[in-house]
């Protein structure tokens, strides 16, 4: 009896560890940055803890649609690569997030210089 418990312990345990909240489908945010105004839309899909998709970004007038890569959802932890082509100059935008329901409170780094912190919503 004492060893089932302490197994059935054990595989809840693990459970918790590979779970991922589900945040496939379209994010929207809009934030102030340096360079002004920023609005993005991410297409986010899932396969099991793994995150890839597009960032759509629009800064100026100028619209960008850059594959999410190193995408990893762990729990309610989210973290992507974005590799944007901004005027000419490639910038690797590195993302953190926690996720609350339909929000997820970012904060990101442009190429190693700081960044933003943002909340986007999902799409409805």
């Given amino acids: 009896m ?3 418990v302490i197994l059935a312990i ?3 345990a693990g459970l918790v560890c590979v779970y991922a909240a589900d945040i496939t489908g379209k994010w929207t945010t809009e934030f102030d940055s340096q360079v002004g105004l920023q609005k993005y839309v991410f297409e986010f899909k899932m396969e099991g803890t ?3 998709g597009t960032a759509i970004s629009d800064i100026g007038g100028n619209v960008a649609k850059t594959p ?3 995408g990893v959802v762990n729990g309610d932890d989210v973290s992507f690569v ?3 082509d901004y005027t000419g100059m490639e910038l690797k935008i590195t993302y953190k ?3 609350a329901g339909d929000e ?6 442009v190429a190693g210089q700081g960044g ?6 999902r799409a409805k």
């Fill in 10 to 12: 054990l595989l809840m």
């Fill in 104 to 109: 997820i409170k970012f904060t990101r780094d």
């Fill in 116 to 121: 933003e912190t943002f909340v986007a919503k």
């Fill in 82 to 84: 974005e590799n944007l």
């Fill in 68 to 70: 999410i890569t190193e």
């Fill in 50 to 52: 793994k995150l890839t």
């Fill in 2 to 4: 004492r060893k089932g």
């Fill in 97 to 99: 997030g926690k996720i």
